[in-house]
């Protein structure tokens, strides 16, 4: 198994072809079979200490701390926007300790506002767009499209759209978008018949 690196998901996602695929799992044999698929990250939502024992692809942390992304072996640590209410201090100390962790820092954000607010305070490398559409009538594909535009050059744009298709994927990535969070079992319906070479 491959050791943990500074900015391994970064990497991952700047420098592979076409858009990266990152998998939520709640379980080993869920990372286990997402590497098996071709998937380029997994992402736990929940405290999975056994996590990098099960795969060395990267890890993005989403549960307890950025302190605790790290003790877990994880590459990044996800600072969701909405739990810290208008605590912009807090928020950036999260981020700026996740990055003297050594890990990569995803920001989630859900609306253009949250995304300006975000922007003015600290300075993500990677944005994850995500959410309920303000209209219920509306897709949540059409919503992250419309975030998009707003992340500025150079930024890495990841989507979370759990119940992605084959053709929501494809959209994402004639849009520009760099990588998709989903939540399923068949990742190699998304990426294609054959996994990509490592």
């Known amino acids: 198994m491959n050791?943990?690196?500074?900015?391994?998901?970064?990497?991952?996602?700047?420098?592979?072809?076409?858009?990266?695929v990152l998998v939520e799992v709640s379980a080993p044999e869920a990372a286990r079979a997402a590497a098996r698929q071709g998937?380029?990250?997994?992402?736990?939502?929940?405290?999975?200490?056994?996590?990098?024992?099960?795969?060395?692809?990267?890890?993005?942390?989403?549960?307890?701390?950025?302190?605790?992304?790290d003790a877990a072996g994880a590459d990044a640590y996800l600072v969701v926007a909405a739990r810290y209410g208008d605590d912009w201090e807090r928020l950036a100390a999260d981020h700026a300790l996740t990055l003297e962790l050594g890990l990569d820092c995803l920001v989630e954000v859900r609306d253009e506002e949250e995304l300006e607010a975000v922007l003015e305070r600290v300075d993500p490398e990677i944005l994850l767009l995500a959410g309920t559409p303000p209209d219920p009538d509306a897709a949540v594909l059409d919503h992250v499209l419309e975030l998009l535009p707003d992340v500025p050059a150079g930024k890495?744009?990841?989507a979370h759209l759990a119940a992605a298709s084959r053709e929501d994927v494809e959209a994402l990535e004639r849009a520009g978008v760099d990588a998709v969070v989903v939540d399923t079992t068949d990742v190699r319906s998304l990426v294609g018949d054959e996994p990509p070479a490592v």
């Open 3 to 20: 050791e943990r690196g500074p900015r391994r998901l970064s990497q991952a996602i700047s420098e592979g072809d076409g858009i990266s």
């Open 39 to 69: 998937a380029d990250g997994v992402v736990v939502r929940r405290a999975a200490p056994t996590a990098r024992e099960a795969t060395d692809l990267p890890i993005v942390w989403c549960a307890d701390d950025p302190a605790a992304a």
């Open 156 to 158: 890495l744009a990841v």
